[in-house]
């Protein structure tokens, strides 16, 4: 979710976007000959091929895609549902400072492709192009965005190639997990799969064990948050995918009150970082984010209630859209819940 540095990015993209194109159009002047061969038909596969996106369009393609570049979640849940040497490309967080991959990666194997930008606002527009892309799939947050394609440049990129966008906000995280399903078996996955079906399984377990946690222990109070420098952001389980999910299966969570332009959450100063009172906190674990030996030094951090008793659990604020990737965040916060103490009123 654009939460909370990336939705003040995405407002900065904006204005970015009149100025950016024409500083780039001279670097991919020699690429415009390669957009009306940018869905060739694959050889040896089905075609033609068509899916029908979350923007209500249907994006075709002379036959079945092969070579994808999507962003890095994306790419990661596509090889969840079963696909392999179809991912070619990708953006987004990929590999730490340290050579690592980054979680958002999952089981994607970083080495067999070209990571096209690792940063948000990061996207080599000659790298793209000479990966002969058939497709390009990324998250849509809000309506007509393109998540981590920079504005300045998309007038470029998507050009080149087809492109799929998946609605990853106001829906429950079960939606675009099934959406992304649907795409990765129109590309050739099979949905039959042990992988497949054993995840989804663990999946539906893990989401029972939330209800049952839930019942369990009734009362607990929390709050998904997320800590910068100047600012705690409460997010709004009325946007976020994953909250509106978790508040479906019984989690009650907190709802902030005065949303900033998207509504994804409420920017409030660390003065009045006690303003909504939780038993339990959902913190942010991105790296864009403070994690808590960060946030030791702010005092109305140390005095929160959930801080004092030490009932913090990691919030993956950018899920992974696959039965595979959410699992595991079902089965921590129902392990949260059951281990959390009442200490609010």
Known sequence: MPHPVSARRLSRRGLLAAGGAATLAALLAGCGGDEDSATPAAKGSEGPWSFTDDRNEKVSA???PTRVVAFTGVAAALVDFGLDKQ???????????DGSKDPQAGDLDVESVEILGNVWGEFNLEKYAALRPELLVTHMYDPGAFWYVPDESKGKILPLAPTVTVTTARVPMTKPIERYAQLAESLGADLS???????????????ESVRQAVKANPGIKVLACSGSPDL???????????????????????VPT??????????????NAGKFPADLLLLDNRSTALQPKDLAAKPTWQQLPAVKANQIAAWDAVPRFS????????????TAIKGAK???S
Do not use: C, H
């Open 232 to 254: 705690f952001y409460a997010s709004n389980p009325k946007v976020s995918t994953d909250l509106m999910y978790f508040a479906e299966l019984g989690v009650d969570i907190v």
């Open 258 to 271: 005065k949303l900033e332009a998207g509504d994804y959450f409420e920017a409030l100063s660390w003065e």
């Open 342 to 344: 009442k200490v609010t």
């Open 62 to 64: 002379p036959a079945r």
């Open 323 to 334: 039965y595979a990737g959410a699992a595991p965040l079902l089965e921590n916060l129902a």
């Open 87 to 97: 991912i070619v490309g990708v953006f987004g967080e990929t590999k730490r400072s």
């Open 193 to 207: 799969a042990k992988k497949v079906t054993d995840a989804k399984a663990r999946f539906e377990a893990a989401a």
